[in-house]
């Protein structure tokens, strides 16, 4: 395999050269109406940005659309409550977003006037912005020249300058970002930086990249080296492993009893179920549910009790109002179809 070094001084296009052809390439073929692209805002950018990290686009856009119909402004998000902002993200998953994104509105109006910063140093003061979303803001909010780094940028920029090592190792992202910063170019960021988002999302795919409608094939060290299949180099996986869990259910025809979590639990402030630590001693299994995490699977059963007076009933009509985990949202759903 020729050596990445190598390569990059002899066949690899300059800086300019790069940003030209893949703003000319998006202008013509890239993603052009996607709802946060239309007359976008420093807010919707990151609103929509948020959203995004860990979630695909299709996913994202009804969720976007009912966002702004409930807080259309920074103002309006920090003055939301928090069990409202956890209730209209549900299904989104990775629930750390939703409080950061409520965070972030706060931070801005109270710290910015209500008012995103245009500087990188600034924006990554606000809950939940990091470097990506620093450098997003500034390319599709403001127009300004900005490196961004995601899952798209990495895979593209591992087959085309040929980057070894695991994908997510500390001397992988770095080169990346490295790259990144020296081929971003002083002006146009905003339509180059969604030229690199749509290159990834539609032509330099994980899998089955469409090699030959791209405009970067001809230099392209991985289509070059017939090592598409190989680059960015993933870290083996490794079988989850499953815990289990008990939860309680104490319902009638008016409502279910729940419980919001602490901040250290999983599902931290989601309102749910109530949990035993241990498997209750003869008790009535009402029913299971199973449930995915990034580091583990979870089989949960659950069973009848008799809740506390002092726990909170909640109507089957007022479900919609509160944050509740995807998988108990579920599996009350069937509850109260069957009632």
């Known amino acids: 395999?020729?050596?990445?070094?190598?390569?990059?001084?002899?066949?690899?296009?300059?800086?300019?050269q790069f940003s030209e052809c893949l703003k000319t390439w998006q202008r013509e073929h890239g993603r052009h109406n996607l709802p946060w692209q239309q007359n976008p805002t420093?807010?919707?950018?990151?609103?929509?940005?948020?959203?995004?990290?860990?979630?695909?686009?299709?996913?994202?856009?009804?969720?976007y659309h009912r966002w702004l119909q409930h807080f259309p402004t920074f103002q309006a998000l920090a003055a939301a409550n928090e069990d409202l902002v956890l209730a209209l993200w549900q299904g989104l998953g990775y629930y750390s977003r939703a409080r950061n994104l409520h965070r972030a509105a706060r931070y801005v109006v109270d710290q910015f006037n209500s008012e995103l910063?245009?500087?990188?140093?600034?924006?990554?003061?606000?809950?939940?912005?990091?470097?990506?979303?620093?450098?997003?803001i500034c390319s599709f909010a403001f127009d300004l020249p900005a490196p961004?780094?995601?899952?798209?940028?990495?895979?593209?920029?591992?087959?085309?300058?040929?980057?070894?090592?695991?994908?997510?190792?500390?001397?992988?992202?770095?080169?990346v970002w490295q790259l990144a910063e020296h081929y971003t170019p002083p002006q146009d960021n905003r339509i180059y930086a969604q030229a690199l988002l749509d290159m990834g999302a539609t032509i330099c795919t994980p899998r089955q990249p469409q090699c030959t409608q791209c405009p970067l094939q001809t230099t392209c060290y991985a289509r070059q080296t017939q090592c598409v299949d190989k680059l960015p180099e993933k870290k083996k996986p490794?079988?989850?492993?499953?815990?289990?869990?008990?939860?309680?259910?104490?319902?009638?025809?008016?409502?279910?009893?729940?419980?919001?979590?602490?901040?250290?639990?999983?599902?931290?402030?989601?309102?749910?179920?109530p949990e035993f630590l241990n498997a209750p001693v003869a008790a009535i299994e009402h029913g299971q549910f199973r449930h995915v995490f990034s580091h583990y699977k979870?089989?949960?059963?659950?069973?009848?009790?008799?809740?506390?007076?002092?726990?909170?009933?909640?109507?089957?009509?007022?479900?919609?109002?509160?944050?509740?985990?995807?998988?108990?949202?579920?599996?009350?759903?069937?509850?109260?179809?069957?009632?």
């Not at 995004?52 to 299709?58: D, I, N, S």
């Not at 919001?260 to 999983?266: F, K, S």
């Not at 909170?312 to 509740?324: E, I």
Request: proline share 9%.
């Open 117 to 136: 910063p245009h500087s990188i140093n600034a924006l990554r003061e606000i809950p939940g912005v990091g470097p990506y979303t620093a450098g997003a």
């Open 238 to 273: 490794t079988p989850l492993p499953t815990r289990f869990a008990w939860f309680g259910i104490d319902y009638n025809a008016t409502g279910v009893v729940l419980v919001q979590r602490g901040t250290d639990a999983v599902w931290p402030r989601l309102w749910c179920l």
């Open 148 to 175: 961004l780094v995601d899952g798209n940028v990495k895979r593209l920029f591992a087959r085309y300058f040929g980057i070894t090592g695991e994908v997510n190792s500390t001397k992988f992202n770095n080169k």
């Open 298 to 339: 979870l089989t949960a059963t659950v069973v009848q009790f008799k809740a506390p007076a002092t726990n909170t009933r909640v109507a089957w009509d007022d479900l919609p109002k509160f944050g509740l985990p995807a998988p108990i949202k579920r599996y009350l759903a069937k509850v109260r179809s069957n009632l």
């Open 1 to 16: 395999m020729t050596k990445p070094n190598t390569y990059q001084t002899t066949l690899a296009l300059t800086p300019t």
């Open 42 to 63: 420093p807010y919707t950018v990151l609103v929509s940005e948020i959203m995004l990290q860990q979630t695909q686009v299709a996913t994202v856009i009804p969720y």
